[in-house]
T-cell receptor, first 110, second 114 residues
Framework: QQQVKQSPQSLIVQKGGISIINCAYENTAFDYFPWYQQFPGKGPALLIAIRPDVSEKKEGRFTISFNKSAKQFSLHIMDSQPGDSATYFCAGSNTDKLIFGTGTRLQVFP | NAGVTQTPKFRVLKTGQSMTLLCAQDMNHEYMYWYRQDPGMGLRLIHYSVGEGTTAKGEVPDGYNVSRLKKQNFLLGLESAAPSQTSVYFC?????????????FGDGTRLSIL
């Protein structure tokens, strides 16, 4: 009931390509779905977040697609760059709890 | 503006030793959190605080204690360290109440228990 399942565990993308990371949640009470980006040796930093009243949110090259009926959401990184190489965590939350996915290590090669 | 600062950055302990991890934030945030990050398991909440003098248990609180004597500081204590507590520990803070709000993380403390 509390899990947020994230896939893939790792992802290799060519520069300029599209990176797609998927998450699925179980708790229908979740109403906030953030994505955090973490570089090696650093803490996670909020990248983009969505609430279930919209199906898509875009900020620059980063887009969240949200499917409430399927309880799934995904992060799309357009025109992926080597500087995007990091670990990405999705999460589901409400006012009482925040549950993270297990992370996706993205490597973007020139 | 440093944000969230964690000390120390690295530490090696022997089983049974005790230590305190310090988290300091200069953003005047009311809410602070301690997480542990283990390979393949994401981040798990240990304890959190909704204000000075208050603390509450998270998902994995056993073996840890916390204190929030000052608004800007949140301490995580290990009374008797165990190898299972080998992990990377992250502190975070948020301005607005609720887990459905953005959190600001420090850069972590890497702790090894031998």
């Amino acid at each position: 009931q509390q899990q947020v399942k994230q896939s893939p565990q790792s992802l290799i993308v060519q520069k300029g390509g599209i990176s797609i990371i998927n998450c699925a949640y179980e708790n229908t009470a979740f109403d906030y779905f953030p994505w955090y980006q973490q570089f090696p040796g650093k803490g996670p930093a909020l990248l983009i977040a969505i609430r279930p009243d919209v199906s898509e949110k875009k900020e620059g090259r980063f887009t969240i697609s949200f499917n409430k009926s399927a309880k799934q959401f995904s992060l799309h990184i357009m025109d992926s760059q080597p500087g995007d190489s990091a670990t990405y965590f999705c999460a589901g939350s409400n006012t009482d709890k925040l549950i993270f996915g297990t992370g996706t290590r993205l490597q973007v090669f020139p | 503006n440093a944000g969230v600062t964690q000390t120390p950055k690295f530490r090696v302990l022997k089983t049974g030793q005790s230590m305190t991890l310090l988290c300091a934030q200069d953003m005047n945030h009311e809410y602070m959190y301690w997480y542990r990050q283990d390979p393949g398991m994401g981040l798990r909440l240990i304890h959190y605080s909704v204000g000075e003098g208050t603390t509450a248990k998270g998902e994995v609180p056993d073996g840890y204690n916390v204190s929030r004597l000052k608004k800007q500081n949140f301490l995580l204590g290990l009374e008797s360290a165990a190898p299972s507590q080998t992990s990377v520990y992250f502190c975070a803070s948020s301005r607005v109440q609720g887990f459905d709000q953005p959190q600001h993380f420090g850069d972590g403390t890497r702790l090894s228990i031998l």
